[in-house]
């Protein structure tokens, strides 16, 4: 029993001084990981990082700090490292085999962010769709489309195909073309369709609304007719322009061309 006791007290001598230094450098270090990861959240506050993005890399930064001093403090213990590294190493490289779509949508998210080509309520074009930035997510964008369903666009995708914003310079064009008979007067056709454009509460003044001949057409002379509005305003102008255009070409007897069918009797 005596032996024992006298081992013992030689293993307490021997390894408390590392157990001792291995504490404090856990205790030391925790406190340090948190004032890290509280800080480095402050300052992607500051540079205006969306809040997903600040939680997930302040996460990730906790986690691959907490595992360094992880293997720190078992290196003050006396244990070989070399091979616990290798093995954090191996499951490292397969975890990201495995994961591999979705650390590229990661890496899509990350960029996304950082380089901000849209914010949440922006109206863009991407992947085919159209639709209004609900929620940017780590690893997914998802959009409002225009019939108010919802698109879950991978971020991967998004990062590197072209997207389109509306919103970002806050006017619009409206493209339209209207064909009107060869027989229309043309000064007298661009004089109604402007009319109609200068007289809609939402088409701008600056810049100014245009109604130009577009092209000679088979059937009609095409006229290019191109009002400006806010972006939020882009449906209503559309929608009120064509209606009362139908209105004021009909009002001042000018031909709106369409097929014909005629019969022919035997």
């Not at 195909?161 to 056709?189: F, H, M, P």
Request: aromatic content about 8%; proline content about 3%; hydrophobic content about 50%.
């Amino acid at each position: 029993m005596l032996e024992y006791l006298d081992q013992a007290k030689e293993l307490v001598i021997k390894y408390a001084p590392d157990v001792f230094m291995a504490l404090a450098i856990l205790i030391i270090g925790l406190f340090a990981i948190k004032v890290l990861v509280k800080t480095s959240k402050k300052i992607m506050n500051k540079q205006g990082l969306e809040i997903s993005l600040q939680k997930f890399l302040g996460n990730l930064l906790g986690w691959i700090l907490k595992v360094l001093l992880f293997i720190t403090v078992i290196a003050k213990l006396g244990v070989e490292t070399a091979s616990f590294a290798a093995i954090i190493a191996a499951a490292g490289l397969a975890i990201g085999l495995a994961l591999q779509g979705s650390l590229a949508n990661f890496a899509g998210g990350v960029l996304i962010m950082i380089f901000k080509p849209f914010k949440i309520g922006d109206l863009v074009e991407a992947q085919g769709e159209i639709g209004v930035i609900k929620e940017i997510e780590i690893f997914t964008t998802k959009l409002t489309g225009l019939s108010n369903k919802e698109i879950i666009i991978p971020n991967a995708s998004l990062s590197n195909g072209t997207i389109v914003n509306y919103t970002t310079e806050g006017t619009r064009r409206v493209d339209l073309v209207i064909g009107v008979s060869y027989d229309a007067d043309i000064k007298q056709t661009k004089d109604v369709l402007m009319a109609v454009l200068t007289a809609h509460k939402n088409v701008l003044k600056d810049p100014l609304p245009s109604v130009s001949v577009l092209e000679l057409a088979d059937s009609s002379v095409n006229f290019a007719v191109r009002p400006w509005c806010k972006t939020e305003d882009y449906w209503t102008v559309y929608f009120d322009v064509m209606e009362n255009t139908k209105i004021a070409l009909d009002k001042a007897g000018i031909e709106i061309p369409y097929p014909h069918q005629v019969e022919i009797k035997k």
